[in-house]
């Protein structure tokens, strides 16, 4: 039986790509989280990106445009190209793949767990990660790490669980950690997309796509499948030791007050009647923090 790799580009994560082009642009030296399986041949790519407006580069000739997964050698998916000649297309000049081990050809092996030396720092333009972070278990140290191996004016592009997918890997993820944490380290133009959907590579159901807006209060959004968070940011600056964010929800609550690092309720009676009318409003205004982009 073969065990599909959960680690991969999908149709959807194509789109998405496409869509965020203009304002993170993939070029210059692009690094992926693991070697990336590719679930389209190189014709299906070609025609993602023509329909999504994307000016295609050309492949240089005796390009590699071979399905790059041991596993799927023999299979069906056999059939699939690589993340290498995705992203070429996109606008890299080179791709680099990371990984723990060398088990699928990753050309630099780091354990995203422990910090990154100095001589990875600023190496690339682009950090792409479709199903990694979750697998890691201290978050905020690969987080650092991707910060500081991307260069100023970077892109850095996460697609990564964020519900029903229990067991899957350690964690799942909230919009808020990235929009928070990324905020605080020197990073703007964010664009974040929640997809509901099945994960299942062998059901062909397209997933609802959804911008997500801004960070607010708690969003329930009821899915049948599993929830996917596509995230989009560029490093402005860079710091010299990494900042931990306190939640924005509480930072930014008018009924909160920040002293030093510990939060304080207001409590008066007035105040207690305002935090319920501010309930109400979030409630009538949770619809505007997702605008439906379409199924694909």
Known sequence: ????????????????????????????????????????????????????????????EGFDIK?????????????????Q????LMGAKEVVVTDVSDYEGAEL????????????????????????????????????????MLKTGGQIILILPASNCIDHGFYMFSPTLLFDYFKANGFDSFDCYLLAGPHSF???RKSKVFKYNRVGPEYLLSTHGGVEMAFFATKRESRAVMQKPIQTRYVTSAYWVKSGVN???????????????????????????????GKF
């Open 263 to 293: 939060m304080v309720a207001e409590g008066s009676f007035f105040d207690r009647y305002k935090k319920i009318f501010r309930k109400v409003r979030e409630i009538l205004n949770r619809n505007e923090n997702l605008t439906y982009q």
């Open 67 to 83: 399905n790059k997964i041991p596993a799927w050698k023999g299979t069906w998916w056999d059939r699939s190209t690589n993340a």
């Open 85 to 88: 000649a995705v992203l070429t």
């Open 109 to 148: 092996l780091l354990n995203l767990n422990d910090p990154v030396s100095d001589e990875n720092a600023g190496q690339f333009d682009v950090i792409l990660d479709i199903g990694t972070l979750e697998h890691v278990f201290d978050v905020p140290t690969a987080l650092a790490n991707l910060v500081k």
């Open 1 to 60: 039986m073969l065990k599909v790799p959960i680690m991969g580009m999908l149709k959807k994560h194509m789109h998405l790509l496409a869509m965020e082009h203009k304002r993170h642009p993939i070029r210059g030296r692009a690094l992926t989280l693991g070697q990336q399986s590719i679930y389209a041949n190189l014709p299906e790519v070609r025609k993602i990106l023509q329909r999504r407006g994307v000016p295609m580069a050309a492949l240089p």
């Open 202 to 204: 062998f059901i062909p």
